[in-house]
C-alpha cells in the first residue's frame, strides 16, 4: 500500500510557507442589510369627523384616499458561505479580495533577520501582489478539499468522485474552461489524481472507466487550482479501514517535517534527510503482520513555475543526494509518499496525464488530425497538464492518435513494489 500527502508553499521571499494540505478556515461573511422588523407609519386612516358629528362647510362626506406605500426595493446580498457541493464563486465570499494566508512558519537561523529586519519587511510587501493568487488558488483548493473529504464514500466510480471535484473548482474559481482561453485564466491546475492501493501517483479516470471506490481501498487524491498560472498543487490520502490509520499518519506527519525544514539557502537533501527521518519512525500492522513504513525514493517534491507544474528542482524524500538550495522567489511542493512495500516505483502502462512541454522543439506533423489536436492544446490549456476527459469536454474527437504522435508530454500512473 502507499500513501501520499503534499503540501504547497508560497514563494520564499516573504518566509510563508503555506501548506495547502492543512486545515480549512472558515469563510468570511459579507454584512448583510439588517432589518429591524419594524413596519414604516401607515398613514392611511380616514379623517374622522367633527366631534359635532356634523362634516365641515363643502365637504362631500366621503373619504378621503388612502395613501400607497411603495415596496421596498430589496438591497442585494453577497453570498454568506459556501454551498453543498461548492458552487460560490470565492471572490464573492472575501469581497475585499483579501484571502487567508493559511499557516506561516516563521524564519530561523540565518534567514531570522527576514522577519526581524523592517526594510526587509517592506521590500518583501512591495513585491506582494502575486500572492493574492496563489491565496485565492489555495482557498478554492481548502474548499473543495473539505467537501471532498466529506463526502467521498465507498461505492462511488472514480469518474464521479474526479468530476465532482473538477466541477466545484471551475465553479469556485468562476472559469468553466469551455470557451477558448478560458481554461488559462482560473481553474483545474492539472487533472484530478485518484490513486488506489499500490498505485501510487498520476492516475485520472479516462473516459469509459468503471472503477468503483472499496471500503478496503486506500486512495491518493492529488487536483490542483490555477489562478492566472499560480498552481497551487496540494493532495491528501483516504482510507476506511482504521488499520491504515499510522500510514496516513506517517506521510502527514513526514510532510509537516519538509515544511518546517523548507526555507532559502536549505539545501534539498536536507529536506530529504528530515522526511525520511520521521515517515520511517512508524509502522504499521496489516492482517497481524507488521510493515515499517518506507519513503518511496525513487518520488519526489518539485518546485512549480508559472503555468508548469513541473519546474527543473527536485525535492528528495530520502537522505543524501541534491545539494541544490531553495533560492529566493521559488515557489516549492513538498510531497511525501510512504509505502508498506519496497520503497520504489515503476512506470505503469496506462497513461492519462499529458502536458505541452515548454522547451518542446518545433517538430513537423504530417497528420492534419495532430496539427488540429495541437492547435487546440495550446489555446486551451497552453503547457498546464490536461487528460483525456478534458479534451472530451471541448468536443474533441478521435484524437488519440494526434496525442501519441504529437508533441504533448504523457505522465503514465507509477506503482509502488
Known amino acids: 500500500m502507499a500513501a501520499q500527502a503534499s503540501a504547497s508553499l508560497e514563494t520564499l521571499n516573504l518566509g510563508e510557507p503555506k501548506k495547502s494540505g492543512g486545515k480549512g478556515r472558515a469563510t468570511e461573511r459579507a454584512p448583510g442589510p439588517v432589518d429591524n422588523g419594524d413596519p414604516e407609519n401607515d398613514d392611511s386612516e380616514d379623517d374622522k369627523e367633527d366631534e359635532g358629528g356634523a362634516p365641515e362647510a ?6 378621503k384616499k388612502k395613501k400607497k406605500r411603495k415596496p421596498k426595493k430589496k438591497k442585494a446580498t453577497s453570498p454568506k458561505s459556501q454551498t453543498s457541493p461548492p458552487r460560490v464563486l470565492v471572490s464573492s465570499l472575501f469581497p475585499n479580495g483579501q484571502y487567508p494566508e493559511g499557516e506561516v512558519v516563521e524564519y530561523k537561523n540565518d534567514n531570522a533577520y527576514r522577519t526581524t529586519n523592517e526594510e526587509k519587511r517592506h521590500l518583501d510587501r512591495m513585491n506582494n501582489d502575486f500572492l493574492s493568487d496563489y491565496r485565492q488558488g489555495a482557498e478554492i483548493h481548502r474548499q473543495v478539499r473539505q467537501w471532498a473529504q466529506r463526502n467521498i464514500k465507498p461505492g462511488q466510480t472514480l469518474t464521479e468522485i474526479a468530476e465532482g471535484i473538477e466541477e466545484s473548482v471551475r465553479a469556485l474559481a468562476g472559469h468553466q474552461g ?5 481554461c488559462l485564466k482560473g ?3 492539472f487533472p484530478t489524481g485518484l490513486s488506489l492501493n499500490n498505485c501510487a501517483a498520476h492516475y485520472t479516470p479516462n473516459a469509459g472507466n468503471k472503477i468503483v471506490l472499496q471500503k478496503e481501498d486506500v486512495m491518493k487524491v492529488d487536483f490542483g487550482v490555477h489562478i492566472n498560472g499560480r498552481i497551487v498543487d496540494s493532495a491528501f490520502t483516504m482510507s476506511f479501514d482504521p488499520v491504515y490509520d499510522n500510514l496516513l499518519a506517517a506521510v502527514k506527519d513526514a510532510t509537516n517535517a519538509g515544511v518546517r525544514e523548507a526555507g532559502i539557502d536549505v539545501r534539498m537533501c536536507d529536506i530529504g534527510a528530515a522526511i525520511q527521518e520521521v515517515m520511517e519512525s512508524y509502522e504499521v500492522t496489516i492482517g497481524g503482520t507488521t510493515y515499517p513504513v518506507r519513503s518511496i525514493r525513487n518520488l519526489n517534491g518539485h518546485d512549480i513555475l508559472p503555468y508548469s507544474i513541473h519546474g527543473g528542482k527536485s525535492i528528495p524524500i530520502v537522505k543524501g543526494g541534491d545539494q541544490t538550495k531553495m533560492e529566493e522567489g521559488e515557489t516549492f511542493a513538498i ?28 517538430v513537423s506533423l504530417r497528420l492534419s488530425s495532430a496539427k488540429s489536436l495541437l492547435n487546440t492544446i495550446t489555446k486551451n490549456f497552453g503547457t498546464l497538464p490536461f487528460c483525456r476527459r478534458y479534451l472530451d469536454r471541448l468536443g474533441q474527437e478521435k484524437y488519440l492518435l494526434g496525442v501519441s504522435s504529437g508533441p504533448p508530454e504523457s505522465m503514465s500512473n507509477v506503482n509502488s513494489d
Open 58 to 63: 363643502g365637504a362631500t362626506g366621503a373619504a
Open 178 to 182: 469551455l470557451e477558448e482561453g478560458d
Open 187 to 189: 481553474g483545474m491546475g
Open 335 to 362: 510531497e511525501t509518499f510512504g509505502s508498506t512495500g519496497k520503497g520504489f516505483v515503476r512506470d505503469d502502462l496506462e497513461v492519462s496525464h499529458y502536458a505541452k512541454r515548454a522547451d518542446a522543439p518545433n
